[in-house]
């Protein structure tokens, strides 16, 4: 038991820079308590002591803000960031590494008995508000969109958005895809599913600068390697990118939506013939 804690703390340090130590996650983490309530609430399950794991885990809905029906089953590592409104159906499965974030619902859409819920395989992520419906299988690494709405199966490592939600991510970008959401991790915005290739403006501008970033760095590195060649001695350690430097980028954002509200703002003079 204590080894299944000590790993579920270890996953929320490796996916919330917001946790500082192990006694703030351990005691101001509601997804963890949520999680923690259902393992208790699935073994009464599975011993058919349906009520008494029913009538637990309302109480643990009313203490966390997250309900997870007892007959959910949940793999290793799973994270649940903020929590407050998501719904796990009774007959979901999730696998090992899986996030989703606060008004998540995995529901079902049919009254009949048998799997009517989701399947979530291992790595994926689900953004804020995102709702998977039905028995639809959530293939390994997919990333689902904020307030998507999922009623298809989604292939692995694809990125799905929209309502209803539709593939985003082709798959002639995957290697491209992927060498984004490694650099954006190191710079702190790997969250809420967004993906590189998301029809926001926002998104599309960082994975170019991502991408400019990267080529810089290449040559770069080709140019150090030339000029170490000839006798000298350059670039032997790179200065390390702080999270405040990127402050730039949400001030940025605001100025985009003032100049966008001001347009809308002005008032439209008619054209004179």
């Not at 999730?94 to 008995?113: E, K, P, R």
């Amino acid at each position: 038991m204590f080894k299944r804690i000590r790993e579920d703390i270890n996953s929320v340090y490796a996916r919330d820079p917001a946790a500082r130590n192990w006694f703030e996650v351990l005691t101001t983490y509601p997804g963890l308590h949520a999680i923690w309530w259902h393992r208790m609430n699935h073994r009464l399950w599975s011993w058919r002591c349906y009520w008494l794991a029913r009538f637990l885990s309302t109480l643990a809905r009313w203490f966390t803000g997250i309900e997870i029906h007892p007959g959910a089953k949940i793999g290793h590592r799973f994270f649940i960031d903020h929590g407050m409104g998501v719904v796990i159906g009774e007959t979901a499965e999730i696998g090992d590494d899986v996030t989703i974030y606060h008004g998540v619902t995995l529901g079902g859409t049919s009254w009949s008995q048998g799997k009517r819920h989701p399947t979530l395989r291992n790595g994926v992520v689900i953004g804020a508000g995102a709702k998977v419906l039905g028995p639809v299988d959530v293939g390994k690494n997919a990333r689902i969109g904020s307030n998507a709405v999922v009623v298809r199966d989604v292939p692995a490592e694809a990125t799905v958005v929209g309502i209803p939600a539709r593939v985003a991510r082709s798959p002639e970008n995957a290697e491209v895809s992927k060498r984004r959401e490694a650099m954006a991790k190191q710079y702190g915005f790997d969250a809420y599913a967004i993906s590189a290739d998301n029809p926001d403006p926002v998104a599309t501008a960082i994975g170019r600068m991502l991408d400019h970033v990267h080529i810089l760095d290449q040559k770069v590195s080709d140019l150090c390697c030339a000029v170490n060649q000839l006798g000298g001695s350059v670039c032997e350690e790179l200065p390390e990118v702080e999270l405040d430097d990127m402050d730039f980028l949400s001030a940025g954002q605001d100025a985009a939506e003032r100049r966008q509200q001001d347009e809308k703002s002005k008032p439209k003079t008619k054209s004179r013939e």
